[in-house]
């Protein structure tokens, strides 16, 4: 299994992003996919994810509104589509597969990672 972030990079605050997650040799399509994010000294958090067979989402809190998740099942992509940037939104941000699409955002249940690509928003 493999997942490629892309779509980083530097931003004035207020800005956008987004960000793409493609992912292969997935065992199957029944899986939910989340974004997560890590600053500097600080925990793992979730984002947002995706359950990929179905229309269902879930954001943290703190991003409703400001994010939105996506998807492409032909293209085997989940998008994150970021607004309203704020510097607390400084991270790397990652990219994850949960085979049992649990549609949480318990860095735990995540099966497979990506390499993760840097957010940096400047104030």
């Known amino acids: 299994v493999q997942l490629v972030e892309s779509g980083g990079g530097l931003v004035q605050a207020g800005g956008s992003l987004r960000l793409s997650c493609v992912g292969s040799?997935?065992?199957?399509?029944?899986?939910?996919v989340g974004w997560f994010r890590q600053a500097p000294g600080k925990e793992r958090e979730g984002v947002a994810c995706?359950?990929?067979?179905?229309?269902?989402?879930y954001y943290k809190d703190s991003v409703k509104g400001r994010f939105t998740i996506s998807k492409d099942n032909a293209k085997k992509t989940v998008y994150l589509q970021m607004s309203g940037l704020m510097p607390e939104d400084t991270a790397v941000y990652f990219c994850?597969?949960?085979?049992?699409?649990?549609?949480?955002?318990?860095?735990?249940?995540?099966?497979?990672w990506g390499q993760g690509t840097q957010v940096t928003v400047a104030s």
């Open positions: 040799g997935l065992p199957h399509d029944y899986y939910a």
């Open positions: 995706i359950d990929m067979s179905q229309d269902l989402t």
């Open positions: 994850a597969v949960d085979m049992l699409a649990t549609l949480d955002l318990v860095p735990a249940e995540y099966d497979y």
